[in-house]
């Protein structure tokens, strides 16, 4: 019944990351409203607002991602030693690829605040 409960906090503490996600998405649009004009205009203002909103999402996400990598840990070593080889494989990819997400989410954050005026097409 602990375990219940457990699984239910988190899927609370999920709901909460879902709605910090809808929240980014509107304000990455607000961002994207920045580098157009920008992109127009080449007012400096606007690139700085819209390099500071993209880091702070990134950051926000990097937050998420890090809770992720937390909670997949936390699993895995929980239940480690009483699961089958193909849950023990899984839970083992499963850390894998949250570990990947948190070192995308780093990158990200280091190409948007290492990138400046000079070289802010360097995607395009």
Do not use: C
């Not at 990455?28 to 920045?34: G, K, L, M, Q, R």
């Not at 990158?107 to 000079?118: A, F, Q, R």
């Amino acid at each position: 019944m602990n375990e219940i409960k457990e699984q239910l906090n988190e899927l609370k503490i999920e709901d909460y990351i879902w709605i910090i996600f809808i929240f980014v998405s509107i304000v990455a649009i607000v961002s994207d409203h920045f580098e157009r004009n920008w992109l127009l205009t080449k007012n400096k203002k606007d690139y700085h607002t819209y390099k500071t909103i993209n880091v702070t999402l990134l950051t926000i996400s990097f937050l998420v991602y890090f809770y992720f990598v937390l909670l997949s840990y936390k699993k895995y070593k929980q239940t480690a030693h009483k699961r089958s080889v193909k849950e023990l494989f899984f839970s083992e990819v499963n850390l894998f690829a949250a570990s990947l997400f948190l070192i995308g989410g780093l990158l990200n954050i280091y190409t948007e605040v290492k990138s400046n005026v000079g070289d802010a097409d360097i995607f395009l």
